[in-house]
């Protein structure tokens, strides 16, 4: 399951093209993106950023020095971070777009593109939920909370079924994060999954330190994060740094853990290449940025409430007094040129979450929708997400 709207943290980037300047190799020319708007990005020390609404920094040159860790804060979709760049991208520090843990309040955040790990119990009175995401895991007690999966599935719940599963494309398009962790009847939120990045350059990536993307260790607890995504894109991709996507785990002899994130890198020269990945990453030659035009899934309407395509999450509204729990969500799909099979999640703040699948042909019929019926829970705020499968 790979493409996703939601109406409460709609994660799809905007499908943007940048008019960048072009590098050439060889006979072949490659486009960042990045027209250079932004300038350079010269990271001297440690520094926190405000992504952009559509989460893109179209930069001249990106340096991080050695000693510096630059940082993001999300945007109102929670976007994944695109460092573009028109000329040479060199990282010796510290790039990191990682998930948080959970507390005894509420569920940790992902990493930028990531999504959340599920909420602890209430009072006595609100069960733990389930994490957030395609993979994420199901709430549960010490032993039987669910791990989330992304690039592979999570591991270690004594219930199977709470294990968050696989998503995802080893090239990265689209770009999306790490799912959440189920939350824990021991009182301890789900950590959250590591973020995604991508970082293209016209020209080449020179990389001595580090970018991150994991979901943290959730010591005493087994509501792990699956790890993220990091993509590197440029002609040459260069240097012997670490990138690291891994899922959460409790210590290195654990037989439980979130599922490792995936790692792409993409460039025409490989022969300087000789990073340390975590999870194995997947190497070739697509030379494709941004593409201009991803297929993509919108919610257009819950219960009675419209929502208007391309409107900023989060979306709340209540049903009235006296509403049926039984309602309807539509999905609409656009340029699949395909029959597409979807998932409805429901995923209440507290309590288990549920799934819906069906079908929308999208093969002749371009925008094209899909009424699914659904169970609303009561008195507690759901998030509702479509994915495709």
Known sequence: MQLHRTIRCALLAGLLEGLGVVSSYGQFTFQSGSDGTYGPMNITNNTTLALPSDGIFRCTTITVASNATLTFTPNALNTPVYLLATNDVTINGTIDVSG??????????????????????????????????????????????????????????????????????????????????GGSSDDQGGAGGGGAILIACNTRIDLSGTILAWSPDSYGHFGFGSGGAIRLAAPIVAGAGTLNARGGYLDPFAQSSGGAGRIRIDSMDHRWLALNCTPAASIGANMVAIPASLPRLDITQVGANNIPVGTIAPVFFYLAQGSSTNQIVTVQASNFGASVPIRVMLTPDNGPGSSYDSQIDNSTVNPASVTVPVVVPVNVQVQVSAWSR
């Open 100 to 181: 948080s843990l959970g507390t005894a309040w509420f569920g940790g955040a992902g990493g930028p593109g990531g999504f959340a790990g599920g909420n602890p119990p209430w009072g006595g009175i609100l069960p733990a939920g389930d994490g957030h995401g395609p993979g994420a895991g199901r709430a549960g007690s010490s032993d039987t909370v669910g791990p989330a999966g992304y690039g592979t599935g999570g591991y270690g719940s004594s219930i199977p079924t709470n294990n968050g599963t696989t998503y995802g494309s080893p090239l990265l398009i689209p770009l999306v994060g790490g799912s959440g962790g």
